[in-house]
């Protein structure tokens, strides 16, 4: 139980920035390394040999498109990339359930015991008027800054892809941030991405 609620912790829009950070890094969402980039690498590498290729990167890009554009109209749709990457916030996310699952004593306050794997700072942060406790005002207050923020990144991640503005990707938008990534991750230009440089190459 405790570990769960641990974990728990770096899924949740308010400790997003550090705890999430951290566990993306250890799983490999970024930055390659752990069982989640193997799993990538691996699914781009389709000939098996330990290296990617350009053709294999857009061939990648293409089936992702395809599986994404979940109403077959030949386009993404902010709603499908959301739904398809991960990209939307929690609905179901609670502050106050999560408060109240935090607060041990059940005296409507947080302190730094209570949320031992909550970053100082961000602790810092959440404490607005710094008297060593969280409320749940404070608590709120935090995890909708978080949304607004979520939402902010949301559309820029999206904007990334989406080159001419028209509020969709396209199989070519697509196909042009591969080439992108491609070429910024094949740091010798040798044509191909091997495993150590996917590993350096941050996602976008």
């Not at 991640?157 to 199989?171: C, E, I, M, Y």
């Amino acid at each position: 139980m405790k570990r769960a609620l641990i974990l728990s912790l770096a899924a949740l829009p308010l400790l997003v920035t550090s705890v999430a950070a951290a566990h993306e890094r250890h799983e490999g969402g970024r930055e390659g390394h752990g069982p989640g980039g193997r799993h990538f690498f691996a699914h781009l590498d389709a000939n098996g040999d330990g290296k990617i290729t350009k053709a294999e990167a857009l061939d990648g890009a293409a089936k992702h498109f395809s599986e994404l554009d979940a109403n077959k109209d030949g386009s993404v749709s902010p709603e499908e990339a959301a739904q398809g990457m991960g990209m939307g916030h929690r609905p179901d996310f609670d502050p106050a359930k999560f408060f109240a699952r935090l607060d041990a004593n059940n005296d409507g306050k947080l302190v730094a015991d209570e949320v031992k794997h909550m970053p100082k700072e961000r602790f810092a942060e959440v404490d607005t008027n710094h008297d060593g406790a969280l409320t749940l005002a404070e608590f709120e207050a935090q995890a909708k800054q978080r949304k607004e923020k979520h939402a902010e990144h949301k559309d820029e991640r999206f904007g990334r892809v989406d080159t001419n503005h028209d509020g969709k990707w396209s199989l070519d938008e697509m196909k042009a941030m591969a080439t992108n990534m491609f070429t910024h991750a094949d740091k010798n230009a040798d044509g191909v991405i091997t495993r150590d440089e996917f590993a350096r190459h941050p996602a976008p």
